[in-house]
């Protein structure tokens, strides 16, 4: 009988040690860290660009405008439109009056006109355009306030609950906030979602009309694409209102860490800080893979199943980013004594809940790795008269 049999046979809950040369959210015991760089801006966040986890705040949760960072929740909710098959990129996008009139930084769209909705969106992600913006909810919801409504539902299910958008663009209004920790949890969003890097990972852009027989030159505001390596997004703002703002982030072998900075005095302040932030971030942690997608776990018996046991795996990876010279994460998996055939790939057989020393808690499903189909009667009579046979050798 191997290991995981024997698991199974006892219907236990196993506990494995998984020990990683890592760190996590938060100062670990023994483990000294310097504390977080301070900024001038009036709120400030460092997470773990995969999970979320808080590796450094300063006034997070102060519900501030946020300007320009508001696109970040329109690209978010256009690509996974385009993800879900709802649009595409070479769709053709009407330029509505509404548009044409909306204030600020612009591509100076004509009403009548059309342009793709990679083109609105590259807009978007590069200048910033706030006329844009509009087209594309307009497009995406059949009008701006129904866009506005999808956005606050957004909000909600990502748990932005102090957050309220108002506009697709970030005009300012009196209804339109959010807070540093919110956009954390929007930018962990938006690093996960299909294609949306691709157009906030741009410095410039030449391809967009600009009226007169040439094209706009749209220059990326967030300088840190150009000089902060491994920078791939995420979005500037600013208005008089909310002062200097960012959303950034960064990848570096393998660990993406985000930061958020609203209020600062200066562009350049918005920069430093985040600059500050990320480098304090990527030398105090690091991403550890504690469990690989499709990692065998464990194994299940099935009962009246073509083959005895069905192997159970982790439905996805899962990462922690861990204080360098931490200790190790503890996985314990929950699994059945047996399950009944037919099992289906895919199929979730139970569960893997890690956790570390420092108190970070998260949890993975095991699923079948295979199809087990169910046998008929006359194989089960055959397979009961062998182990009889068996059993009295």
Known sequence: MTHWQGIVRRGRIMAVLVWCAALAMGPVAGVAQAAAPATTARAAI?????????????????????????????????????????????????????????????????????????????????????????????????????????????????????????????????????????????????????????????????????????????????????????????????TQAAGFCLVATTLRQGTRLIAVILGAPTSAARFSAATALLSWGFSHFQSVTVVHAAQVMGAVAVHRGQVRQVRAVASRSVVLTRPRGAGGARVEVALPHAVEAPVHAGQRLGVAHIATADGVRTEVALVAAAEVQAVGVPELFWRFLREMLVVGI
């Open 46 to 238: 460092l997470v773990d660009g995969q999970t979320g986890q808080v590796l450094a705040s300063q006034h997070a949760h102060r519900p501030l405008p946020m300007a320009s960072v508001t696109k970040l929740m329109t690209l978010v909710l256009a690509f996974r439109a385009i993800t879900r098959g709802q649009a595409r990129l070479s769709d053709w996008v009407p330029v509505t009056e509404e548009a044409y009139r909306t204030e600020g930084s612009q591509i100076w769209l004509e009403p009548g006109e059309r342009l793709t909705l990679r083109q609105m969106l590259t807009a978007i992600a590069v200048g910033s355009a706030n006329d844009a913006s509009v087209a594309v909810a307009q497009f995406l919801s059949g009008s701006t306030a129904a866009f506005v409504t999808q956005m606050n539902r957004e909000a909600a299910r990502l748990h932005m609950t102090q957050t309220h958008f108002d506009n697709p663009h970030g005009l300012p209004s009196l209804q339109h906030y959010s807070t540093a920790a919110d956009l954390a949890r929007l930018a962990v969003a938006a690093v996960n979602t299909p294609g949306l890097l691709t157009v906030t990972s741009a410095w410039q852009n030449r391809t967009i009309r600009n009226g007169k027989g040439g094209t706009l030159w749209l220059v990326n505001q967030n300088r840190l694409l150009r000089t902060y390596p491994g920078t791939d997004g995420l979005k500037t703002g600013y």
